[in-house]
């Protein structure tokens, strides 16, 4: 059992991080994305959703290349990219939930 946190030990201490610090965090559609630019195959987002979740995320994704990026509810589609989605249930999804396949289908460049 961890030790007791006296009501005057600081929970967090203002200072700046140093200049070479490279880590940022990275979502996991950023990752899904670049691992999907790599072939031409259909990738499963691991994670499940809602059946409304499911199809408003494969909209976004399959609309994206004729939305504002900023207004999509993932990250990591680049400008002028073109993708594609399904979203729907298989024998991996637990009752009700739904999982999303992407597929990447080139960019403008």
């Given at each position: 059992m961890p030790p007791k946190r006296s009501s005057s030990?600081?929970?967090?201490?203002?200072e700046d991080p140093p200049e070479d610090a490279g880590?940022?965090?990275t979502s996991f559609w950023v990752l899904l994305f670049a691992d999907a630019r790599k072939e031409d195959r259909w990738f499963?987002?691991?994670?499940?959703y809602t059946a409304s979740t499911a199809a408003q995320i494969a909209s976004d994704i399959r609309?994206?290349?004729?939305?504002?990026?900023?207004?999509?509810?993932?990250r990591g589609i680049l400008p002028g990219e073109n993708?594609?989605?399904?979203w729907g249930t298989d024998d991996k999804c637990p009752p009700g939930h739904f999982a999303i396949w992407v597929r990447f289908l080139g960019s403008d460049d």
């Open positions: 030990t600081p929970r967090a201490i203002a880590w940022q965090r499963r987002v691991n994670r499940y609309s994206s290349k004729n939305r504002p990026l900023d207004k999509l509810r993932v993708w594609t989605a399904k």
